[in-house]
């Protein structure tokens, strides 16, 4: 069995990959984390104990950490999921996207490439560097747009974004210039279980569920394609077993919906789930002042990951949605420790000044 280093196990994607993986038994795992506020070590609970499961507490821009973690344990594979990942964060605060996405991803690529150089032929020819990224690198779409594809030119509109599409020209120059054998992913915006609310869709449904305002950004009809979390953590494990050596793979969920469809539904769903006597969820809807900068639409072609690899969404919005929604319903303590100082913190910083409109 191959073993695997993962950046960011403890968030939302990387959490969902590594309990696929070790379910499907294809990978030992040594998951390497900072712990920030977007991470929970609850997600990995199930894993604790597990003699093929390593957590270690840690920054991937720690050369001499993530160099001693390549020595000790040997992997075959990098998966760097690792990120500062929320956009109005960035907006807020900058700074630690620069330190994370792209100091912390040059470090990891630093640390990799000596590391690599040191195996054998046989084992270098094995080796992956697989780096995790987003579709707004490629900026934002107008209605009549085609969808992003591997070769649209970068355009990044957010630090966030803008962050990422640095340490994707890293990944790239890495393999580019030192033949580190590279892979990176750009998916869509991701939806499901283990979600930090934070993001759209589990922040309207710990609200709906508490009977708060579910504010929409702007008019609402932005639009963004949602891709199941386990659509996509098959879809990399696949990049990275078969995947072509320096390419990039777009993965998307063939789902684009505008926000405001997206909300009517999570309420449309707890309607039937919580029945409310005296009001509908959707009567909490509230337009808020927008996000500057906000990109208005993202659409993915995913045809390159469908004819070279085999590889399509199973998930349809609407059971993927149901599934979602009946996970935080059925996990009130993850729910209840998400919801510490610090969240309330932050739904303040970036709330209080988003007027209702
Ligand atoms: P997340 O914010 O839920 O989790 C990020 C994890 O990385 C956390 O556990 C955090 O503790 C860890 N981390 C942060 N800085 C670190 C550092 N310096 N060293 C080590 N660990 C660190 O993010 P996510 O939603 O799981 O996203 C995972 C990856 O997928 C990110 O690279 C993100 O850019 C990308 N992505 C996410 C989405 C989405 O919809 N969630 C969409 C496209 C791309
Ligand atoms: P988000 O989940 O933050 O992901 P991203 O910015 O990476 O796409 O936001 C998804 C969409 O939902 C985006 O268009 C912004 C919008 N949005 C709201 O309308 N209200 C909110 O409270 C949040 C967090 C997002």
């Known amino acids: 069995m191959q073993t695997v280093l993962v950046t960011g196990g403890a968030g939302f994607i990387g959490a969902n990959f590594i309990l696929l993986a070790r379910k499907l038994a294809w990978a030992n795992v040594i998951n390497l984390d900072k712990l920030t506020y977007a991470s929970n070590l609850e997600n990995l609970a199930e894993l604790q104990g597990e003699k093929n499961y390593h957590f270690v507490q840690g920054d991937i821009g720690n050369f001499e950490l993530v160099s001693y973690l390549l ?169 990275l077993q078969q995947g072509k050596i320096g390419e990039t793979y777009n993965i998307g969920g063939l789902n684009e919906q505008t926000n405001l469809i997206v909300v009517e539904k999570i309420c449309a769903i707890l309607d039937e789930l919580v029945p409310k006597s005296d009001y509908s969820h959707s009567s909490l809807i509230t337009f808020v002042k927008d996000r500057p900068g906000h990109d208005r639409r993202y659409a993915i072609d995913c045809s390159k990951i469908s004819q070279d690899l085999g590889w399509q969404p199973q998930e349809n919005f609407d059971s993927g949605l149901l599934k979602t929604v009946q996970w935080y319903l059925d996990n009130p303590e993850w729910v209840n420790q998400v919801r510490s100082g610090a969240y309330k913190n932050w739904l303040k910083q970036n709330y209080d000044h988003k007027k209702l409109e």
């Open 71 to 239: 020595e000790q344990y040997q992997p075959e594979a990098i998966i760097n999921f690792a990120a500062e990942s929320h956009v109005d964060r960035s907006i807020l605060n900058p700074e630690n996207f620069i330190q994370t996405n792209v100091v912390g991803t040059f470090q990891l690529l630093e640390a990799s490439r000596l590391y690599w150089q040191k195996l054998s032929p046989s084992r270098q020819q094995q080796f992956r560097f697989l780096h995790v990224s987003t579709d707004e690198v490629y900026g934002s779409l107008k209605s009549q747009d085609a969808a992003f594809r591997e070769d649209t030119p970068y355009a990044p509109n957010s630090p966030y974004a803008a962050s990422k599409a640095a340490s994707d020209h890293f990944v790239r120059a890495y393999h580019h210039t030192y033949g580190l054998p590279t892979l990176t992913t750009n998916c869509s915006n991701n939806y499901g279980p283990r979600q930090f609310p934070e993001k759209l869709i589990p922040l309207t449904i710990l609200n709906a569920m508490d009977g708060k305002p579910l504010p929409i950004y702007g008019d609402g009809q932005n639009i963004r394609d949602w891709l199941y979390v386990i659509d996509h953590c098959e879809a990399i494990q696949l990049v």
